[in-house]
């Protein structure tokens, strides 16, 4: 029992060891990779002139959120360039938490995205959810969401949207798994840029009226706003600003050539509002910080193994201190010096060898149950 | 007048930088004989019995045990002669209790890369191990066992090999005068059957008459 016991807290305390360096090492790797494959897949990306760390996080990985905003006036200008599929993105808002990105049909062809069941979201009030967010709401299709409220005291914010799901993305191991998809229209609606309720007419009952005339009707708040655009409502459902000045996040470019990356990219270099960037190289960047970070930890590492490795040798010092009795009756009986020296030493190998197993099945462990903390970033 | 086993002619021998030295002009001790080592402490028992066991090379003389002179030997092959030829039973029995019992019973093969672990000995240490009584218990850990079995274990691993010589260094050093005779008598009986001679390493004169010689080492050594 006791040298059972010796044996596990030694293999503890030496997995320990081993441990943290793996699972940095497989945690940073994953990250690393996880990241640059989503900035390789996508080429060019545009948005409001600003902190481009930001800009690119947010857009790619829906995360964060961007202090200013583009147009569709931009969209239009970078679409008449046709130099390439340009799909704007429109964030922000979430629903039950899981971030809602508001584009167009082209967000899925240009990432090769398809629905694994139902469709798209090609009608207002639709929404199509990401293979990990649909498994973790555990929604179906013709289920219906409702949006988050983004300020609960605030009185005068846009009404939460009930969204019907129409849909199931495949699984592509990135951000796009744990969002929830919808039409720009929709994305506005959300953000109460456009709303629906129910028709302001000659017919209107007065108590519902703020004032009336024969050019204009003004309705009170008493008007029913509609929760959610269904067949019978779709219709009640309008914008009341310029179709140009609807704000967008950003926009996500595929230029058709690397040629009309570059010209795109160098036009856009000394706009007044828009800043172009490449997502690869801004990622680049940042893991430049995060691999100086791991080097900073791999240190700290190196001097806590050494400590262990010291602690560890002193303990198997006093272990062979303690056995002296049992080394001395082995070599009476006629065990060789070499031989005695072998059995410790094997005693101590396998003790690392479980140690570097078990170490390296709790990094990869944690790598797998740790994938969430990864999804901060996809 | 039995066969000789060991014969010890002019055996000097002296510990480095000590003043401690031990001379035996002629010692023959027979086949299958029982004997005891008695003598002050630190007079040289063990030293003499280390000497016969091949642990320690004579500083002049010779000692040869079954017509091979020990001084002739390598320290390997004195190693390897010890294996095969000398078996130890301890005063605290110094029993692995990371072993089992059946493992610890088959150590001396373990140990010795020149005897392989057969069938034979598989055999053999089930035999002893039945006779003398922990056949039931060879799965057990030696921490699982009585004080008793296990001096009883230890002899049985002495002799498993079954040795010409066994060396006992004060197997009753912590024993009752009782349980002190009793375990000498188990000794004696289990040396007695695989037919191999006894030296005893002794203070403890009430076990003397279980001897058939006594040899008193303090006789050959001095300190100077």
């Known amino acids: ?76 200008l970078l679409s008449e360039e046709n130099r390439g599929i340009m799909v704007p993105v429109r964030l922000g808002f979430s629903a039950r938490n899981f971030p809602i990105v508001g584009t167009s049909v082209d967000y899925f062809a240009a990432r090769n995205i398809t629905a694994k069941l139902g469709t798209i979201p090609l009608m207002l009030g639709e929404a199509t959810l990401g293979n990990e967010c649909a498994k973790s709401l555990n929604a179906k299709i013709g289920d219906h969401i409702l949006t988050d409220q983004v300020n609960l005291y605030d009185l005068s914010a846009s009404y939460p949207i009930k969204l019907k799901v129409v849909g199931v993305l495949s699984q592509t191991h990135s951000a796009d798994d744990n969002a929830v998809f919808t039409s720009m229209g929709t994305a506005w609606v959300i953000s109460g840029l456009g709303h629906g309720h129910e028709p302001i007419d000659e017919e209107t009952d007065n108590t519902k009226l703020l004032s009336k005339t024969k050019k204009q009707i003004t309705a009170n708040a008493s008007i029913e706003q509609f929760i959610e655009i269904n067949e019978g409502n779709i219709k009640e459902f309008h914008f009341h600003s310029d179709p140009a000045l609807l704000p967008i996040t950003s926009i ?22 828009i800043q172009p960037l490449e997502p690869s190289t801004v990622i680049g960047e940042l893991l430049d910080v995060v691999i100086r970070l791991k080097r900073l930890f791999d240190s700290s590492y190196a001097i806590t193994a050494l400590a262990a490795v010291l602690f560890l040798t002193t303990v198997i010092l006093l272990s062979l201190q303690t056995r002296k009795k049992e080394t001395k009756a082995l070599f009476l009986m006629g065990c060789s010096r070499g031989t005695i020296c072998m059995i410790f030493s094997a005693e101590i190998i396998i003790l690392c060898l479980f140690s570097i197993l078990f170490a390296l099945l709790g990094a990869c462990a944690i790598t797998f149950l740790g994938s969430d903390i990864l999804q901060i970033l996809r | 007048m039995k066969e000789s086993l060991i014969q010890i002619r002019n055996l000097n021998f002296r510990y480095p930088k ?207």
């Open chain 1, 1 to 76: 029992m006791f040298h059972k016991a010796k044996s596990a807290i030694q293999i503890a305390a030496l997995t320990l060891t081993f441990f943290l360096p793996f699972a940095t090492a497989i945690m940073v790797e994953n990250f690393s990779t996880s990241i640059t494959e989503r900035g390789k897949s996508t080429p060019l990306l545009f948005g409001p002139k600003g902190d481009r760390f930001d800009l690119t996080i947010n857009s790619l990985f829906f995360r964060g959120h961007s202090s200013s905003e583009l147009s569709m006036a931009d969209f239009q």
């Open chain 1, 252 to 273: 996500i470019a595929f230029p058709k050539s690397t040629k009309d990356r570059t010209i795109l990219k160098a036009k856009y270099l000394r706009h007044q509002r």
């Open chain 2, 18 to 224: 000590s003043n401690f030295s031990l001379s035996v002009p002629e010692l023959t001790i027979g086949k299958e004989s029982k004997v005891a080592l008695i003598g002050k402490s630190g007079c040289g028992k063990t030293t003499l019995a280390h000497l016969i066991a091949g642990i320690l090379n004579p500083t002049e003389g010779n000692i040869i045990v079954s017509g091979k002179n020990l001084n002739l030997l390598t320290e390997r092959e004195r190693r390897e002669y010890r294996a095969a030829n000398v078996g130890f039973i301890f005063q605290e029995f110094e029993l692995l209790d990371y072993l089992q019992v059946k493992d610890n019973l088959l150590l001396p093969f373990m140990i010795n890369r020149g005897i392989a672990i057969t069938n034979e000995c598989k055999d053999k240490a089930h035999s002893l191990a039945k006779s003398i009584g922990i056949s039931d218990k060879l799965n057990q850990y030696p921490e699982q066992l009585s004080g008793g079995e296990r001096q009883r274990l230890a002899i049985a691993r002495a002799l498993v090999t079954n040795p010409s010589i066994v060396i006992a260094d004060e197997p009753t050093g912590n024993l009752d005068n009782e349980t002190a005779q009793t375990v000498m008598q188990e000794i004696i009986k289990q040396s007695t059957e695989t037919g191999s001679t006894l030296i005893m390493i002794t203070h403890d004169e009430s076990l003397l008459n279980l001897f058939e010689n006594t040899i008193n080492v303090g006789d050959f050594s001095k300190t100077f």
